[in-house]
């Protein structure tokens, strides 16, 4: 089910469903929680969070 999402023009074919959860048309879906877990993992993880100047 995920191997389709390799392919650049599937996996731009991304929603998002009422929960805010990543889905796509073949059904695959990612838990937003799964995501940051992986993310998380990985020792290059950076988050930013744009700071708007007032």
């Known amino acids: ?3 389709p ?3 650049e023009h599937v996996f731009a ?3 998002l469903d ?3 959860a990543p889905t796509w048309p073949n059904g695959a879906d990612w ?3 799964a995501i940051y877990k992986e993310l998380k993992t990985k020792s290059d ?3 930013t969070i744009p700071v708007e100047n007032s």
């Open 13 to 15: 074919q991304v929603t």
């Open 31 to 33: 838990a937003p929680d």
């Open 45 to 47: 993880y950076r988050l």
């Open 1 to 3: 089910m995920l191997e």
């Open 5 to 7: 999402l390799r392919e």
């Open 18 to 20: 009422h929960f805010g």
